[in-house]
């Protein structure tokens, strides 16, 4: 695992840090609502059942990775 510490400010500057913390509290989403034609476009997609399959898949192999590759 990383020796990574989110909330180390060491080394960081005051504006540095209170942008971050701006920037973390801010809203995250779209900037904009999709176009009719995005909206018209996007539902028109189709997916693959095999698509979910294989997520599902890899999530599984994924939570019982042990190693390197570990979370």
């Known amino acids: ?3 990574v510490n ?4 060491a080394g960081l500057d005051a504006e ?3 942008a971050e913390a701006a920037e973390a509290a ?5 900037d904009r609502p999709p176009t009719e ?3 018209r476009r996007a539902e028109a997609q189709s997916v693959d059942p095999s698509v979910g399959e ?3 898949e890899m999530n599984k192999i994924g ?3 042990k190693g390197e590759g570990e979370i």
Not at 6 to 9: L, Q, S, V, Y
């Open 1 to 3: 695992m990383s020796d």
């Open 6 to 9: 989110p909330d180390d400010t």
């Open 16 to 18: 540095t840090i209170e």
């Open 26 to 30: 801010s809203g995250h989403g779209a």
């Open 37 to 39: 034609d995005e909206a």
């Open 54 to 56: 294989h997520f599902d």
């Open 63 to 65: 939570a019982d990775v």
